[in-house]
């Protein structure tokens, strides 16, 4: 189902990796084996303590949850509670580690607030067996949810042929606190086939693909060159940021190209 598939990240500048608030998960499955595959990007809003902590627990807990997640929104509130679950403990250790030093009354204030991030999840389901030599092009599922603006691009045959892009100035996020309901998501489904890629981002790179597409170029090519290795994706983002074309904010890239079984 997936063929090939990479993680490309980067924190702010001047900023350590481990300071990165952004997150992506993966499922894949074995080699050989007909099941369904998951891809989850986050987006830690700054401004709470946490929020780099609060994305990859979302993350990694849609990337687990049942599949009814992809496509109800009882469900997603359900799976965002469970992971809010170690919120407390990890608000005291976040206390404990700012109690000390000259700014330890900003950081205490920061994690006053809990942590918000944003979540978008894609979820593959297999192609049916083959039955005989139809000349049907096999197609499987796919189902995503979304809250807030991480974005999701599928590519076939060099034309874009689904999104889940949101352009709203101040996006929805899910919080980790139950005093804080998540928000009504969005769903959306389709098919996917070989040699389909889904991009999946965070608001970022999201707005830049966005700027690039609307001047009639195909964004798509250029990430495929520069997200061959790290080094390639880290210089290219570099260039961009020092030439004002992407927002120095955290990146975080997923691509996956389907293949066939």
Not at 31 to 51: F, I, K, N, P, Q
């Amino acid at each position: 189902m997936i063929a090939d598939s990479c993680v490309l990240s980067l924190p702010k500048s001047q900023l350590d990796p481990s300071q990165i608030e952004d997150a992506a998960a993966i499922l894949l499955p074995p080699a050989g084996v007909r099941s369904e595959a998951r891809l989850v990007v986050a987006d830690g809003s700054s401004g709470s303590a946490g929020s780099g902590w609060w994305a990859d627990r979302l993350a990694r807990a849609l990337r687990a949850a049942p599949g009814r997640s992809f496509h109800s929104g009882d469900a997603l509130a359900a799976v965002a509670a469970d992971a809010a679950l170690g919120w407390p403990s990890h608000r005291r250790d976040l206390v404990a580690h700012a109690s000390v030093g000259p700014r330890a009354w900003l950081a205490r204030v920061r994690t006053d607030k809990s942590p918000a991030a944003t979540l978008l999840g894609l979820r593959l389901l297999p192609a049916p067996p083959p039955s005989g030599h139809t000349g049907i092009v096999d197609e499987g599922k796919w189902e995503a949810v979304a809250v807030g603006d991480s974005c999701m691009f599928q590519v076939r045959a060099d034309l874009v042929v689904a999104s889940e892009y949101c352009q709203k100035r101040v996006p929805q996020v899910i919080r980790a606190s139950s005093d804080d309901p998540v928000q009504p998501p969005n769903f959306q489904h389709g098919l996917w086939r070989d040699r389909d890629v889904f991009y999946l981002m965070t608001d970022a790179l999201a707005r830049w693909w966005a700027r690039r597409a609307d001047e009639g170029t195909r964004p798509w090519l250029l990430l495929d060159e520069v997200c061959s290795t790290p080094e390639d994706f880290t210089a290219w983002v570099r260039t961009q940021r020092s030439n004002r074309t992407l927002q120095d904010d955290d990146i975080t890239l997923l691509r996956a190209e389907c293949g066939p079984w």
